[in-house]
């Protein structure tokens, strides 16, 4: 039992999340060293949203609404540590789950699957797999033809580089959420945001609400003055 009043409460429960979702099979044992990873990053921005990390969650949202076929993908960290929220936003921007694993196995995925079911999904894609993504010869290169494959944009939360550039050379709009800002995701993703996926879901399904009252030629606007390697810049020198 971790006391509420230690200092390090949140991110011990994050942590807790995470252990519990290993026991029962959704997280891979490389999940968690990926968390202690992103955990370090996380630490160096104060374990905050920055202003810059905001500003590509609005851009991120404002292009997966306007986008025509948004898919949103999903592995073992997100859905242990997001699992609601995560469904909040597919059903807000109108977004199916694609369950994606680097560590795949037909076991995890049906265990991923249902978890995301039992926190109200509808529409979780990903055991097909009835596609591959070019040029990739791991296991995250298994796609759905009417999810990831077909998709215009599709939102990365804890994506590995080389996929993330195989999305993008096949002309899709990538967003990342990752905290390490000189991964080969940040550098290349289309919009990176660099948070933890704990407040940057959140965060993306309050800015869906908001946003979606906005005029399309003011989503357009927010879009078209996005700059991403300016942002990242920002992240690294510390700029806010
Ligand atoms: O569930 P699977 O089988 O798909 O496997 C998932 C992992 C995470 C093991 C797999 O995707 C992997 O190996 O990822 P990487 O290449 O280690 O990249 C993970 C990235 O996510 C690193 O740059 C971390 O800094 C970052 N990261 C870790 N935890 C978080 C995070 N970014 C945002 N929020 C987090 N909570």
Redesign the pocket.
Same mark, same amino acid.
């Given at each position: 039992m971790i006391p509420k009043d230690h200092p390090r409460y949140a991110s011990l429960m994050i942590r807790e999340r995470l252990v519990k979702g290993y026991e029962s099979g959704i997280?891979?044992t490389?999940?968690l060293i990926?968390?202690g #990873?992103?955990e370090a990053?996380d630490y160096l921005i104060g374990e905050k949203t920055t202003e810059a990390a905001m500003h590509a969650t609005k851009v991120a949202v404002a292009t997966l609404l306007t986008a025509e076929r948004p898919v949103i993908s999903v592995?073992?960290?997100t859905a242990a540590?997001v699992p609601d929220e995560i469904v909040h936003l597919s059903e807000h921007i109108g977004a199916p789950l694609e369950v994606n694993?680097?560590? #795949?196995t037909e076991e995890r995925m049906d265990k991923i699957i249902a978890h995301l079911k039992a926190h109200s999904a509808t529409n979780v894609l990903g055991k097909k797999a009835d596609a591959r993504i070019p040029g990739i010869e791991h296991e995250r290169g298994k796609v759905d033809k009417d999810g990831i494959y077909g998709a215009d944009a599709v939102l990365v939360?804890?994506?590995?580089g080389d996929r993330c550039e195989a999305l993008v050379r096949m002309g899709k709009t990538v967003i990342a959420?990752?905290?390490?800002p000189l991964?080969r995701?940040s550098r290349t993703a289309t919009i990176t945001i660099v948070?933890?996926?704990?407040r940057a879901i959140p965060n993306m399904v309050k800015l869906s609400e908001e946003l979606r009252g906005i005029k399309q030629t003011e989503i357009r606007k927010i879009i078209d003055a996005f700059d991403n390697e300016l942002n990242l810049q920002r992240m690294t020198e510390h700029d806010d």
């Amino acid at each position: 039992m971790i006391p509420k009043d230690h200092p390090r409460y949140a991110s011990l429960m994050i942590r807790e999340r995470l252990v519990k979702g290993y026991e029962s099979g959704i997280v891979c044992t490389h999940g968690l060293i990926a968390h202690g #990873r992103g955990e370090a990053f996380d630490y160096l921005i104060g374990e905050k949203t920055t202003e810059a990390a905001m500003h590509a969650t609005k851009v991120a949202v404002a292009t997966l609404l306007t986008a025509e076929r948004p898919v949103i993908s999903v592995n073992g960290n997100t859905a242990a540590l997001v699992p609601d929220e995560i469904v909040h936003l597919s059903e807000h921007i109108g977004a199916p789950l694609e369950v994606n694993l680097f560590h #795949r196995t037909e076991e995890r995925m049906d265990k991923i699957i249902a978890h995301l079911k039992a926190h109200s999904a509808t529409n979780v894609l990903g055991k097909k797999a009835d596609a591959r993504i070019p040029g990739i010869e791991h296991e995250r290169g298994k796609v759905d033809k009417d999810g990831i494959y077909g998709a215009d944009a599709v939102l990365v939360p804890l994506e590995d580089g080389d996929r993330c550039e195989a999305l993008v050379r096949m002309g899709k709009t990538v967003i990342a959420i990752d905290l390490n800002p000189l991964s080969r995701t940040s550098r290349t993703a289309t919009i990176t945001i660099v948070d933890n996926v704990v407040r940057a879901i959140p965060n993306m399904v309050k800015l869906s609400e908001e946003l979606r009252g906005i005029k399309q030629t003011e989503i357009r606007k927010i879009i078209d003055a996005f700059d991403n390697e300016l942002n990242l810049q920002r992240m690294t020198e510390h700029d806010d």
